[in-house]
Structure formats: C-alpha cells, structure tokens
C-alpha cells in the first residue's frame, strides 16, 4: 500500500469526505490520517466494521505505529459501527454527532492536543432506513467541526453509490476526497456558490492543478497550478471568497 501522504494539508475545522473503490484506497488515506494525528498528539477515533479493522491495524503497525501503546495510553480508540453509529438500536444523526463531541471534550480534557475522527459510513447506504438520512447527518457535521480543535473523514465505498447519491453526499460536504482515476486524486472544495476542484497524482504529487467555477455554470472563474497541496487549497479559498463576496 502507498500511503496517501497528502493528508497533512487537512486542518483542524475540516470535515471531509472520502470516497473510495477498494480497500488500499480506504486505508492508503485513513492510515496516514490516523498515524498524522497521533504524531501530533491528538486522540484518533476510527469506526470501522470488523472485517475492516484487522487489516486497518495491521497497516498502522506496517506504518510504523505501536497500537498496543496508543490504545493503551488512550489515544487511539476503535469503535464498530453498532457501537457508535447504532449504540441506540438505530441511527440517530444527532446522537452520533454528540458522540462525537464527547470524545473530543474527553481528549481534550485528558490533555491531548486534539481530536481526530475517521469512520466508514458505507453500510448506511446498504440500509434502506438509514440511507435518506445520512445527508442530513453530514450537513450536521459539516457545521458542527469547523472552529474546533477537531477534524474527521467519512468514509464510502463509490462502487455502492449511484450518481445521484454521491452528488447529495458530497452536497452535504465542503471538503470531499475522490480519486477520479487510478493514479489521480481531486479534492472538491465548496462554499454555496462556488466549488473548485484541486487535481495530483495519487502518490507522488510534484503540482497541484486547480480549477474554480460556480455552481450551475460551465465557464472557469480561475485555474491555476501549485507545487503544494496546501497552496492550491489556499488559491482556490481565496478565489471561492472572492466569488462569494461578489455574489453579496
């Protein structure tokens, strides 16, 4: 597995979504996210169905991270979805997203410099009571982190969404990962009016394509190149903003 290194331009407030296609996609992204906040001294959360879990682990040990020792001291914490997002019997978006917050008020507490959430929601999609929900659920998400010394991915499996569930899933987010081909990944970014999209090979990125458009329009209202990650997100920030005051 080639570990997704791009993971560190993500910062606390961002809720992002990733799509994915198969498992080395999941964890090449998830097992940097995890191994990143733990290297910074935070408390990672990681929901996970059982047949999932096992080779999530066996990966962070391969990365080089004592999980014994991290779970131990309480910094790395696991959950299935039965326990988390269905601890009531069903889901309940609300409850899920007090979980949440619980967790990261008990690192916080215990001294940890922040925390960090990454969970699969794949098996929502498959459940028909609980699939007209989950854009609701992430829209919550999408206001509850922003301005928190938090972050977190949500995780779904692309091979079980119709073009119109994606398109409402990543309605629901500002941030959504996908990977587009099998060496690209793109990085939507979305404020209402406006979406850009930022465009690198999947592992050994050297420029960032970035495209801006508003929503509903086919005409570009900027593109451009970085040579960082961080500094294409920032172009395209800067010219959503833009964009978003011209509209006011």
């Not at 169905?49 to 080779?55: E, N, T, W």
């Not at 790395?76 to 601890?87: G, I, R």
């Not at 019997?89 to 997203?97: I, K």
Request: aromatic letters at 8%; charged letters at 20%.
């Amino acid at each position: 597995m080639k570990p997704d290194i791009h993971v560190a331009a993500f910062r606390n407030g961002d809720h992002i979504c990733l799509f994915y296609r198969d498992v080395e996609e999941q964890l090449s992204t998830a097992v940097p996210f995890v191994q990143l906040g733990l290297l910074r001294g935070e408390c990672c959360l990681c929901v996970l169905p059982d047949d999932r879990m096992g080779s999530f682990m066996s990966y962070l040990r391969g990365a080089g991270v004592d999980t014994e020792k991290e779970i131990a001291r309480g910094a790395l914490l696991t959950a299935k979805p039965e326990d988390s997002y269905l601890s009531g019997g069903s889901f309940d978006r609300g409850q899920m997203v007090s979980f949440l917050d619980s967790h990261m008020h008990q690192a916080l507490r215990a001294g940890f410099t922040g925390f960090r959430g990454t969970g699969d929601l794949s098996w929502a999609v498959k459940d028909t009571n609980t699939c007209g929900h989950v854009s609701e659920y992430e829209a919550m998400l999408d206001s509850y982190y922003p301005g928190k010394p938090a972050l977190g991915i949500c995780m779904y499996d692309a091979n079980l969404l119709d073009e119109a569930q994606l398109n409402r899933i990543i309605a629901a987010h500002r941030l959504a990962l996908t990977v587009p081909s099998t060496n690209k990944r793109a990085i939507r970014i979305r404020n209402g009016v406006a979406f850009g999209d930022v465009i690198f090979d999947r592992a050994s990125a050297h420029l960032f394509h970035y495209t801006v458009q508003k929503t509903g329009r086919n005409e570009l209202f900027s593109v451009g190149q970085e040579e960082t990650l961080t500094a294409a997100m920032d172009a395209v920030e800067a010219a959503l903003l833009s964009l978003q005051r011209a509209t006011c």
